[in-house]
């Protein structure tokens, strides 16, 4: 649906340039919700106006359903977003309009009559469950039920893409949940391609399919969610992974020498890594039964991702020296990623 061919945005003169955008190539599915995280400044967001060339790239080719928008005037370009909607942070919502007005606005030009966008607002309000607010102006509002607007105006054309420009990020845990819902189900029911613009990692984790990390305008690493949580290849990957667990505490607690992880002669401190394959496995038991280990769990986080268990335990070990490497051996050869974070 979305094919991005060596993007680049640079801002600015020759003397003084900002390359917010760095030769992205970049597939994106029919029908996937595909993420773009990175930290604030990697260019994400430049990134995803050039998709509907809110901003124009510098370089590259921007291809929506099979049509280079870069090459397109400006009347063709009108055409072409109005299959490409938008949502943003901050809802860009009219305020001196009612509810169904905002919603409506997008269809002024569409060809259709009073009764028919009236009828067209009634069922994009009924599936962003807000049909009893049409009367009612934004400022009424709470921030979940205006993102909700938000999205129904974004589909008053009938898009075949959806860019959501942090479109949860001003929203608070709960109400994020409900939208990230809503938007799964909008993607199910009208098979609309999703690109989720974010810096959290939870977002992500949530409802995508697959993800792209940016940083400093580059992508430094794609791929599928599943395979990014369980495999991280970058360092920027590692740390957004690490804000939606509680596992990299673990290093915290050794700096301070908390109690927790203090071990005593002949114990080691080890720090596992399950891969999708193996979460299910009885291995803790299976070490300390084959080998004679005690095996104490003093940390962990177990998370589901895509239907699938994935996560990690702080265990110590303790037992002989040769039947403790013999554990640690087993669960490698059960490709559980084994750390030695402390021995004595």
């Known amino acids: 649906m979305i094919e991005l061919k060596h993007v680049s945005k640079t801002f600015g003169s020759k003397e003084k340039s900002v390359h917010a955008v760095r030769d992205v190539s970049l597939t994106i599915h029919d029908g996937e919700i595909f993420g773009i995280i990175g930290f604030s400044g990697a260019g994400k967001s430049t990134l995803v106006r050039c998709i509907n060339l809110l901003e124009r790239p510098t370089t590259g080719e921007v291809i929506v359903d099979g049509k280079d928008l870069t090459t397109m005037n400006a009347k063709e370009l009108r055409q072409v977003r109005k299959k490409i909607g938008m949502i943003f942070q901050h809802f860009n919502l ?22 028919e966008i009236k009828n067209k607002v009634a069922s994009l309000l009924e599936l962003v469950d807000l049909k009893e607010k049409a009367d009612v102006y934004p400022s009424q509002l709470s921030g979940g039920q205006k993102q909700r607007v938000a999205i129904a105006r974004a589909l008053a054309n009938d898009p075949q893409v959806l860019l959501c420009d942090e479109a949860t990020s001003a929203l608070d845990p709960q109400t994020t949940q409900s939208i990230l819902k809503l938007l799964k189900e909008v993607n199910q029911r009208l098979n609309l391609t999703i690109v989720l613009i974010t810096h959290e990692m939870a977002v ?19 791929g599928n969610i599943l395979d990014i949580f369980s495999n991280p290849k970058q360092e920027v990957t590692r740390n957004f992974i690490n804000t939606t667990s509680a596992m990299h505490k673990i290093y915290e607690l050794l700096d301070q020498r908390h109690p927790i992880v203090e071990i005593k002669k002949g114990e080691t401190l080890v720090k596992l890594n399950y891969a999708p394959n193996n979460t299910g496995e009885a291995l803790i038991s299976k070490i300390s039964r084959d080998f004679g ?19 990690g335990l702080v265990i110590i070990l303790g037992g002989e020296k040769e039947n403790i490497a013999k554990a640690i051996r087993c669960l490698r050869d059960n490709h559980v990623k084994v750390e030695v974070m402390k021995e004595c």
């Open 94 to 115: 009219m305020r001196s309009r009612t509810v169904a007005q905002n919603v409506a606005f997008p269809l002024k030009k569409s060809g259709l009559s009073k009764e």
């Open 204 to 222: 992500v984790k949530e409802i995508c399919n697959r993800v792209a990390v940016m940083e400093d305008g580059s992508m430094v690493e794609e």
């Open 293 to 311: 280990v005690n095996t104490n769990i003093i940390f962990g986080n177990i998370e589901v991702i895509q239907g699938t268990p994935l996560g």
